[in-house]
T-cell receptor, first 111, second 118 residues
Framework: SQQGEEDPQALSIQEGENATMNCSYK?????LQWYRQNSGRGLVHLIL?????REKHSGRLRVTLDTSKKSSSLLITASRAADTASYFC???????????FGQGTRLTINP | GAVVSQHPSWVICKSGTSVKIECRSL??????MFWYRQFPKQSLMLMAT?????????EQGVEKDKFLINHASLTLSTLTVTSAHPEDSSFYIC??????????????FGQGTRLTVV
């Protein structure tokens, strides 16, 4: 079963604007990861945040994690047309290596 | 960087036939791999955990006799969809965690296989 939900399901913004996506989950986790998927392709790992971390940066990406609220957010700053893709959060469940994915956010960056 | 290769990228088969999908780790050994299924515009649903040298672990609701998994070597896992039917048409993706045996590790994904059963 799906671990969590993502919000919004779809997001359309202008190039240069910031995009924020949220993810909620249900069970205890080792880590939370964000992945990107271009249409009909495999997934590309973006960033991993451990359960004892609260914020992490990677280039134009900023991820936060609030374990008390069981939620995470992904911020993409200064968006580009090439950022158009689906973004998924995935939780690493305690005691296991497997990942459970959220519903995903379809992000469209308009030039 | 670590690469996971999945083959074929797409396949069309007749109803009742079986289809084999391969997932290879190209520059690292993977004792554990995962198989996911994705319907259009939906998320990835974990089907099973493939374990090298032992039986796969299937998620609840996944028919193990329908989706046969073999992980005979440290770099290859295969998923065979047996007696395929149109409802099996989907996008199948494999993944392997780069840090085998550790919990906080990213996963590398294959390119996916688009299966269409006619």
């Amino acid at each position: 079963s799906q671990q969590g939900e993502e919000d919004p399901q779809a997001l359309s913004i202008q190039e240069g604007e910031n995009a924020t996506m949220n993810c909620s989950y249900k069970t205890s986790i080792n880590n939370l990861q964000w992945y990107r998927q271009n249409s009909g392709r495999g997934l590309v790992h973006l960033i991993l945040i451990r359960s004892n971390e609260r914020e992490k940066h990677s280039g134009r990406l900023r991820v936060t994690l609030d374990t008390s609220k069981k939620s995470s957010s992904l911020l993409i700053t200064a968006s580009r047309a090439a950022d158009t893709a689906s973004y998924f959060c995935a939780t690493g469940i305690q005691g296991a290596q497997k990942l459970v994915f959220g519903q995903g956010t379809r992000l469209t960056i308009n030039p | 960087g670590a690469v996971v290769s999945q083959h074929p990228s797409w396949v069309i088969c007749k109803s009742g036939t079986s289809v084999k999908i391969e997932c290879r780790s190209l520059d690292f050994q993977a004792t554990t791999m995962f198989w996911y299924r994705q319907f259009p515009k939906q998320s990835l649903m974990l089907m099973a955990t493939s374990n090298e040298g032992s039986k796969a672990t299937y998620e609840q609701g996944v028919e193990k006799d329908k989706f046969l998994i073999n992980h005979a070597s440290l770099t290859l896992s295969t998923l065979t969809v047996t007696s395929a039917h149109p409802e099996d048409s989907s996008f199948y993706i494999c993944s392997a965690p780069i840090g085998q045996g550790t919990r906080n590790t990213e996963a590398f994904f294959g390119q996916g296989t688009r299966l269409t059963v006619v």
